[in-house]
């Protein structure tokens, strides 16, 4: 896409509401995408790598909450992405919180937003993910499940919910992610606890292990973390025998913004994302790689924009990197502007 169509392609989006323009631009990618007319863009950028035993044709991800309900996987491979990541799907459908719930901070190159897990339910997002990999063997990209708990379900049998999105989208994902981060559903971060934390992987972990061929299973952690938090969770997660962590999820601090105290006092909760972030993510990938000795795969996510952005969090300990906020101020060629650099492929 020539440099100058999507800032003004954005400025026409950004006059709709952000949930509004997210469908409007999204169906109409995957409109083009059908009838063959952007196969330019089908040249994604290779840099490959392998993780916890996946070939990554890029380390450019999507991260969960972009396509919750995996509605628009032709067109985001089509983009280029070296892998995409669905969901946060939960056992039930549900409608997540009240409209408005995504605000857009254009000062800040941020985003709040309180959706709730809104999502069509695990068992139709199972069916359309096999329905898009029977027709797309051809070019396939690792795709990772994101998965959560229902609004409504207690935390003490949380796990319950968990192993069952697990088990539909087993035979259809290539990883998991377990969201135990997200502070938009009441009362999930306590799950972050040492004690309800490793009753929840042990009993994921089990079944894992009872398939034929297990698959790797990650943790996305929160940033709002103290650090014997963060201790906590890695110990858990070593113990546990967890392929990775994601850092990290969305944040509930409103530091260092440049749009006023008194929009941000109207938008009311929810969890921030983007460039404000840049700093604490950089911080918890140090923390985090040093934690666990470098054994883990760690993926960034929070503020990634371009592509020093990514060098930064790749020399802080990362291996993969995924973008959400940054994708929408950007735009479409964000993964191919990242790669196209010689010093990238260092």
Not at 98 to 121: C, E, H, Q, S, T
């Amino acid at each position: 896409m020539p440099k100058l169509v999507y800032p003004f392609l954005r400025s026409i989006l950004f006059t709709l509401p952000p949930e509004e323009a997210h469908k409007v631009a999204m169906t109409a990618m995957e409109f083009v995408c059908s009838t063959g007319l952007i196969k330019p863009l089908l040249q994604r950028p290779e840099w490959e790598s392998v993780h916890f035993g996946i070939h990554f044709p890029n380390p450019i991800g999507l991260a969960a909450g972009f396509d919750k309900n995996a509605n628009y996987l032709q067109s985001l491979t089509a983009l280029g992405f070296g892998f995409i990541e669905i969901g946060t799907v939960t056992p039930r459908p549900q409608i997540g919180n009240p409209k408005p719930r995504l605000f857009r901070l254009v000062d800040d190159y941020a985003l709040i937003n309180r959706m709730g897990f809104n999502n069509d339910g695990v068992v139709s997002v199972a069916t359309r993910l096999k329905n898009f990999r029977h027709k797309n063997n051809f070019r396939q990209v690792p795709i990772g499940g994101n998965i959560g708990k229902n609004f409504d379900t207690d935390n003490v049998v949380a796990y319950k919910d968990y192993l069952f999105c697990f088990n539909e989208l087993f035979d259809c994902v290539d990883y998991f992610v377990v969201n135990i981060s997200s502070p938009n559903t009441k009362s999930l971060r306590d799950l972050q606890e040492r004690t309800i934390l490793k009753k929840l992987l042990e009993h994921l972990q089990n079944a894992n292990m009872a398939k034929a061929h297990a698959k790797p299973i990650l943790l996305k952690i929160a940033p709002d973390l103290e650090t014997p938090q963060i201790e906590d969770i890695v110990s858990v997660v070593l113990e546990t025998k967890l392929q990775g962590l994601i850092i990290h999820n969305t944040s509930i601090s409103r530091d260092n913004l440049q749009t006023s105290a008194t929009r941000i006092k109207k938008i009311g909760a929810g969890g921030l994302s983007g460039k404000p972030l840049k700093n604490r993510s950089i911080e918890l990938i140090k923390i985090v790689h040093h934690l666990t000795n470098g054994k883990l795969t760690l993926i960034a996510n929070g503020g990634i924009f371009n592509q020093q952005d990514v060098l930064e969090r790749l020399n802080a300990g990362a291996q993969l990197v995924q973008v959400w906020t940054g994708f929408i101020y950007e735009g479409t060629n964000i993964v191919k502007k990242i790669m196209n650099n010689s010093n990238f492929m260092r």
